[in-house]
């Protein structure tokens, strides 16, 4: 019986879309006000799911504390508040996209969990558009 768990988090981070090797104009063309050179910040909104089997112990999948502060600790210390492109190392040669985000986050939070529980992860960049990725 797998049951999912999900903590939803928040944090601010500047971001610019753009290529290094186009020009502004086509990067314009392609990310809109996304590639503005001066850069620009998203409130965004992250849900980490994890489903696994109830702990007949605890009754548990996991101890929400823990999904709490290793969320804290493996992204909002790292993203929030920072220019991605310039201040977080994923990002230094990686756009970051909602689509390379998403996945940067599952990266960091997947080698702390239980390796049997299977993590899904949610990225709102507005309250309209979102990704998912999971392995
Ligand atoms: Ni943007």
Same mark, same amino acid.
């Given at each position: 019986?797998?049951?999912?768990?999900?903590?939803?988090?928040?944090?601010?981070?500047?971001?610019?879309?753009?290529?290094?090797?186009?020009?502004?104009?086509?990067?314009?063309?392609?990310?809109?006000?996304?590639?503005?050179?001066?850069?620009?910040?998203?409130?965004?909104?992250?849900?980490?799911?994890?489903?696994?089997? /109830?702990?007949? #112990?605890?009754?548990?999948? !996991? +101890?929400? *504390?823990? @999904?709490?502060?290793? /969320?804290?600790? #493996?992204?909002?210390?790292? !993203? +929030?508040? *920072?220019? @991605?492109?310039?201040?977080?190392?994923?990002?230094?040669?990686?756009?970051?996209?909602?689509?390379?985000?998403?996945?940067?986050?599952?990266?960091?939070?997947?080698?702390?969990?239980?390796?049997?529980?299977?993590?899904?992860?949610?990225?709102?960049?507005?309250?309209?558009?979102?990704?998912?990725?999971?392995?």
């Amino acid at each position: 019986m797998k049951v999912t768990v999900s903590r939803k988090a928040h944090f601010n981070a500047a971001h610019r879309l753009y290529r290094k090797d186009w020009s502004n104009a086509q990067n314009e063309a392609l990310f809109g006000k996304c590639s503005n050179p001066h850069y620009h910040g998203h409130n965004y909104e992250l849900i980490v799911h994890v489903t696994g089997d /109830i702990d007949p #112990e605890t009754g548990y999948v !996991m +101890d929400m *504390k823990i @999904l709490k502060d290793l /969320i804290k600790n #493996e992204v909002e210390d790292k !993203m +929030d508040h *920072k220019n @991605l492109n310039e201040e977080v190392a994923e990002f230094f040669d990686l756009i970051p996209t909602a689509e390379n985000m998403v996945v940067v986050i599952y990266n960091s939070l997947k080698p702390h969990l239980n390796p049997e529980h299977t993590l899904e992860v949610t990225l709102y960049e507005t309250p309209r558009n979102y990704v998912s990725y999971s392995e």
